[in-house]
């Protein structure tokens, strides 16, 4: 039997992802990803915010869709106001693009936080 995802302020797994997903629901991060041609950039933020729960809580989909539409405050955690989509529209709409476009993306708006160090190459001859 699976359990719950029942929200809690206090939970650190959920401090954790609010963490994540003020980054994936930040006006930068919705500028990177209309700029690599998403025209529904909020349906992109939403099926990034539910990949990365499913992910993180090692569920399917459309079990992270259906706690959704069950708990109020799991939508207010994931900022929806509208209706949940269902699990089928969040993967016609990521099959849209390739994996690639969708990796590209995401890891696009991670590195906008916290970019790579890259090491300056000097001369110790000069």
């Known amino acids: 039997m699976k359990h719950h995802l029942n929200y809690s302020k206090e939970d650190p797994n959920y401090i954790l992802l609010d963490k994540i997903f003020k980054i994936i629901g930040s006006r930068k ?3 990177i990803i209309s700029s690599k041609g998403i025209k ?3 349906m992109m933020v ?3 915010k539910i990949i990365f729960t499913a992910i993180f809580f090692d569920i399917t ?7 959704l539409k ?4 799991l939508r207010k955690f994931f900022e929806i106001q509208d209706d949940v989509p269902s699990a089928t529209q969040v993967s016609e709409f990521l ?3 390739s994996s690639d ?5 995401v890891n696009s708006v991670l590195m906008n936080v916290k970019p790579l ?3 300056v190459k000097t001369n110790f001859y000069s």
């Not at 069950?70 to 405050?73: F, Y």
């Open 29 to 31: 991060s919705r500028m």
């Open 70 to 73: 069950r708990d109020k405050k």
């Open 40 to 42: 529904n950039v909020n």
């Open 61 to 67: 989909v459309e079990f992270v869709v259906e706690e």
């Open 95 to 97: 099959s849209r693009f």
């Open 46 to 48: 939403l099926s990034i």
């Open 117 to 119: 160090k890259r090491r």
């Open 101 to 105: 476009t969708y990796v590209k993306i």
